[in-house]
């Protein structure tokens, strides 16, 4: 059993979305009084909810009162790697966003600041799973944001924990996972034999270590990433999938040489034209690439022992660590 200390309140900001709701959920199971930020009103698992566009505004003072505890995932995401315009967006939510946040929970007492962040803000990994130790260098927007609203919270001088979450899986899930699951359901993503290693996280695991974050004592002043601990090839991800849609994975399997062949004529397309392709190096190395990630030290520090790998019903939500696959 963890030690831990029950907060008086709790804020979530970001808690409409994907990650957020599921903060929220868990947070309230364990009887922690929860209370909602976000940019639009919106009804859910939380006893309040603060209207608050952190991008353009403090949050207002009633939604501080008496929190013990804030968790932040309100964010820009969705980086576009080769979009540098693209970083004053960026910069207005992930960075003076968070700087309103710090300002405003300093003035209200706030104990403690739990800032849902991103292995973006490392940089891509490779097959070698990094950890918290390896020197950041992030590639994106985003990433570059992140790490700089990182530094923020850590030197906020309150009780600070950064919280770096790969791609997060689960019910209701978007982005990159989604688009590959409605082409793998449509039977329009091939099945490609790459030998990578990509990390990921169940939502409700990711849930419960940003929980966790907020109330261990250990916790203070640190840095964790957090995976499922089972890093998958696209091979793998790719048959998930198809269990989830109730596809049978195709029996052909195609080597990775031509995608790459397509990728750098799409490279030198690109230059001609004077804008990306839908396949080139950048795209081929999200597909079939590796970033892989290390999440050892919260499971030795907190005792964080994530409950989900990668599911055979994907859409689902998932199945217990240690279930055969």
């Not at 969705?78 to 700087?99: I, K």
């Not at 990578?196 to 974050?213: G, I, Q, Y």
């Not at 995976?227 to 994975?249: E, K, Q, W």
């Amino acid at each position: 059993m963890t030690a831990s200390r029950a907060p008086a309140a709790v804020l979530v900001t970001g808690a409409s979305g994907f990650v957020g709701r599921a903060v929220c959920r868990a947070l309230a199971v364990a009887g922690a009084p929860v209370r909602g930020l976000g940019r639009h009103p919106a009804t859910g698992p939380w006893a309040s909810f603060h209207p608050c566009d952190l991008a353009s505004e403090a949050p207002p003072p009633d939604a501080l009162a008496g929190v013990d505890v804030v968790i932040h995932l309100a964010a820009r995401t969705h980086a576009v790697d080769d979009d540098p315009g693209d970083e004053t967006a960026y910069r207005a939510l992930n960075v003076d966003g968070t700087r309103r946040l710090i300002d405003a929970a300093r003035t209200a007492g706030v104990r403690r600041l739990v800032l849902a962040s991103s292995v973006k803000a490392m940089g891509e990994g490779g097959p070698r799973c990094l950890t918290e130790d390896d020197p950041p260098c992030p590639t994106s927007a985003y990433g570059r944001t992140k790490l700089e609203a990182e530094g923020l919270v850590l030197g906020a001088g309150l009780e600070a924990v950064v919280v770096r979450l790969p791609l997060v899986y689960g019910p209701g899930a978007k982005g990159n996972l989604e688009r590959m699951q409605r082409a793998v359901a449509a039977g329009l993503f091939p099945a490609v034999a790459a030998a990578n290693r990509r990390s990921l996280v169940h939502v409700d695991d990711a849930a419960e270590a940003l929980a966790l974050a907020g109330r261990h004592p250990a916790a203070s002043g640190r840095v964790y990433l957090v995976t499922d601990g089972a890093p998958y090839s696209t091979l793998d991800i790719h048959r998930a999938m198809c269990a989830a849609v109730g596809r049978r994975p195709p029996r052909l399997v195609l080597p990775r040489w031509p995608f790459a062949l397509v990728a750098r004529l799409g490279d030198a397309l690109g230059a001609v034209l004077g804008r990306r392709l839908p396949l080139d190096s950048v795209a081929l190395d999200k597909l079939l690439g590796s970033a892989c990630y290390d999440s050892a030290r919260i499971g030795r520090e907190l005792g964080f022992r994530p409950r989900h790998r990668l599911p055979r019903g994907l859409v689902e939500g998932g199945e217990p660590a240690g279930v055969p696959r």
